[in-house]
């Protein structure tokens, strides 16, 4: 009956949900900047009843959404933030809607709104039901940089929640226990003393030699880690002009590998080469480390249970405007990357869907056991309460990450269909994990066993304020 009228309450609001999504699309606001979707969505989920606290954890764009009392509870995570320079209108075809500005090409959009509507509707089932219990919803900011939840997590924000469903748009329609990334992302500022690159040279202290020393190091180093590990870097601030010896210079990195202790193992290395520099290059520096996270803790029972889900509601079909939107935006999609990324995905009978635009299965977890090469803050949720992050299709097959492409669907009846999906999904999951106390203990004693007698430590320094001007250059 619960979960009746929850789904019903999503069916009911699909106009609505759906007008929100949009909404937070054409907002398309950077990390810790997602000023105006953080309000909307938070008076959205205010004007349902929820109770609603603002700027939490040194963020102004965080915020908590609470409905209920007593135990047990469920916390709900949506994500706010997009990507800068993939601005792009709902269309099959490249039109930025402001060329260099921000887009959702990661589906954010969907991502917040789909927890936030399953979130009101698990409260609405348990309001009409009299089911005891809480449901917290959280408006994470900065995914994208790593940032939002690693300082609420921090913040203790997580207490005492038994348990959280996330949504992540997708290609396919999945729960799974892999696990992702530990990271760190750190800038390096680098001082010398300028002079005339021509004129004078042996007075100056380039700090660019520095940045470029360091850089070269690092690549050296790459033979001698774990081959699973990343480590990437670009180049902020490289000096005005050739004729000056730059007196300043900037470069930011991220170090990645599968453990957290890896990732410290790494970062120190890098943190040693980057003294060496100073010296080769008579150079100082400062470090400004930006935030870090953890590794996946994945969840077996959690990915079950939002599978059975799935099946039970029924995975979304598309109709021929989809196909005919997939069929123009085909043509921006080179076909030996998409059998590359289909190949890479190993989801089961891959080879066949090489000339197929969507995966429209309901998929058993393929990924058991297996590292994702990116990170999420999501992670850092996952070692204070168990915690999963399941997908849906929103996008059709062979959709790079983070493109104009990703943006354009998740504006479009493409990316709709597996917004209301995912809506449903967290309410139905939500709702059993809130009156099947077996079950819950089932997810909580995996949890338990996974974290195998560790602590959670958080990756960033108890005095580090939320990096708010990190993307400023």
């Given at each position: 009956?619960?979960?009746?009228?929850a789904l019903n309450w999503i069916d009911d609001n699909e106009k609505h949900i759906i007008e929100i999504s949009d909404k937070a699309w054409d907002y398309a606001e950077l990390g810790l900047l997602e000023y105006k979707t953080s309000k909307f969505l938070a008076d959205e989920i205010e004007g349902q009843g929820f109770k609603v606290e603002r700027g939490v954890a040194d963020m102004p764009t965080a915020f908590v959404a609470t409905w209920g009392s007593g135990g047990p509870t469920l916390g709900v995570l949506g994500e706010l933030d997009a990507l800068a320079t993939i601005s792009q209108k709902a269309v099959p075809y490249r039109d930025p809607v402001e060329e260099g500005a921000p887009g959702h090409g990661c589906g954010h959009n969907i991502h917040g709104t789909g927890g936030m509507a399953g979130a009101i509707a698990v409260k609405t089932a348990m309001e009409a039901d009299g089911l005891p219990g809480t449901v917290k919803f959280y408006g994470c900011?900065?995914?994208?940089?790593?940032?939002?939840?690693?300082?609420?997590?921090?913040?203790?924000?997580?207490?005492?929640?038994?348990?959280?469903?996330?949504?992540?748009?997708?290609?396919?329609n999945t729960a799974g226990t892999g696990s992702s990334n530990a990271m760190n992302s750190v800038k390096f500022h680098f001082n010398g003393r300028t002079a005339h690159s021509a004129g004078d040279p042996e007075n100056g202290i380039s700090a660019l030699d520095a940045v470029e020393l360091m850089s070269n190091g690092v690549n050296f180093m790459r033979e001698h880690i774990i081959e699973k590990a990343r480590v990437h870097y670009i180049t902020e601030e490289g000096g005005g002009q050739p004729n000056v010896v730059p007196a300043y210079a900037r470069t930011w990195f991220y170090v990645r590998a599968p453990e957290r202790d890896q990732v410290d193992y790494i970062y120190n290395w890098v943190l040693e080469i980057a003294d060496g520099a100073d010296k080769m290059a008579r150079t100082t520096h400062e470090v400004e480390f930006l935030t870090g996270c953890y590794n996946t803790l994945a969840n077996t029972v959690l990915a079950e249970l939002v599978v059975s889900n799935m099946r039970e509601i029924g995975a979304p079909v598309h109709d021929d405007e989809d196909i005919e939107f997939a069929e123009k935006l085909n043509e921006s999609i080179d076909r030996g990357q998409k059998i590359n990324g289909l190949r890479k995905s190993e989801r089961p009978g891959w080879e066949k869907l090489v000339d197929?635009?969507?995966?429209?299965?309901?998929?058993?977890?393929?990924r058991a056991g297996k590292v994702g090469a990116g990170s999420t803050d999501v992670s850092d949720v996952s070692w204070v309460t168990p915690t999963i992050e399941f997908g849906t299709t929103c996008t059709m097959l062979g959709?790079?990450?983070?493109?104009?492409?990703?943006?354009?669907?998740?504006g479009s009846g493409i990316g709709h269909k597996g917004l209301i999906f995912a809506s449903k999904v967290i309410a139905a999951s939500g709702l059993e994990i809130l009156t099947k106390p077996e079950l819950l203990k089932r997810i909580r004693d995996e949890w338990k066993e996974r974290l195998a007698g560790r602590e959670y430590k958080p990756p960033i320094p108890m005095d580090l304020k939320p990096p708010l001007k990190q993307l400023e250059k």
């Open positions: 009956m619960s979960k009746e009228v900011p900065a995914e994208e940089t790593l940032v939002g939840k690693v300082w609420m997590v921090r913040h203790g924000l997580f207490d005492g929640v038994d348990a959280v469903l996330s949504h992540h748009p997708s290609s396919a197929e635009f969507f995966d429209e299965r309901v998929l058993d977890d393929y959709t790079p990450g983070h493109s104009w492409q990703n943006v354009a669907q998740s």
